[in-house]
């Protein structure tokens, strides 16, 4: 991710690299771009192609290339197939900024043509097929609001919030395309988020997450920018010490407070190093405790009971649809055992008419359907022995957990 931000910075500072490297520790520094580093989910991928179809998209018209509007139009099919919200967002960035074109008579409608045309047959198959075995479903759920001021101080940064102001202050004095690109790109976004003012159900967050990367290409603007107006030389390396450093130490603090040893006896979430380390190189982090994605290892008292489960499956070659009553564990067996799940750990996005585990676990669902489903075993949290469905027998159990077979009679 890091790396697609210094590119995309590269090629729209006309390969300076100075301002790739400024950019690059910028978003580093700034927990609302560097925590995509640290989870890698289908959401990353995609927010990675949209930064490089936009870019692509852009030079596309500005430099004439069919080549770089291939670029563009393959990557948008990526995200298409990967995360609907992204494509979403960055397919109304495109609209916007086609209109801009369009307005402003900078436009190649021949290019325009092939590439509507390109991305709907290269991404249509994937969609079709949803449409044609479940019908689309778009699931935009309600979370908490959260303001443009809460985002930059709690989420994005304060440092990268000023070097931010600065470099939107150089794009309205530039006034050139790739400024008006920029400033499209940056301001829809973040107005985007502010829907729940209309009464639209969306997280707020979420949203202002892909904001923060076109914000974070501007603040590596700005901070190009500072560092010219400083005469001395010294202070120059100075300014760029400090941007390294402390973003490097930052991001070793973001790290540490993804990643506690869930598998320590005598670990509840802590953090390995100390906390006078997190206070000086992540204060506001420190203090508002910022979560872009819920930490889905949940209580770290059951990692040992999850870990065992995961051995047994994979010891045992377990193999089917494993329903699971715990949707963290969904995540834990699809990524180191040959089973399959339904939820897969993100549980808002599933339509219920796909498959509802709710009603298996709770022992109302039919031997057919189960077998319609080829559902092979379910894992239910330990509870008393009448939780366990009348169709299942236990295989293996340990304190928090009991895996059950599926007995089709």
Known sequence: MIFTIGYVSYRLSDCN???????????????ATFNRCVICTPATLAIAFSMLSLLFYYEAFD???IK???CSVISLVLICNLHMATA????GVLLLYTLYLILSGNINLKYLLCYIILSFILASPWWLYISLN???????????????????????GIIPSLFTFVGFYCLIRDRSIKSIFLLIWALSIVLLSQVPLLGIDTVSIRIFEVSAYPLILIAGMGAYAVLNRIGSGNLRYLFVIFIVFYSIFASVAY????TPNLLDADDYNATLLPDTYHIIFDPVGSILKPSIISDRCADSRLAHDREDIRKYLVDHNI??????EDAVMDTIIVSSSNASVVYGGFTESIPEYVT???????????LNELDDLQVKYILLKNRNESSIPTYCEVEYENDDYRLCKVVLK
């Open 319 to 324: 193999t089917g649809l494993v329903v699971s």
């Open 134 to 156: 479940y019908t689309l479903v778009f699931n935009s759920l309600a979370g908490s609001y959260l303001r443009i001021d809460e985002f930059l101080i709690k989420y994005y």
């Open 68 to 70: 770089k509007l291939l």
């Open 356 to 366: 509802d585990p709710v009603h298996i676990v709770n022992s109302q669902a039919t």
């Open 255 to 258: 790290v540490d407070s993804y």
């Open 88 to 91: 979403i967002i960055t397919c």
């Open 17 to 31: 690299v100075t301002v790739s490297l400024l950019t690059s520790f910028m978003a580093m520094m700034s927990f």
């Open 63 to 65: 430099e004439d290339s």
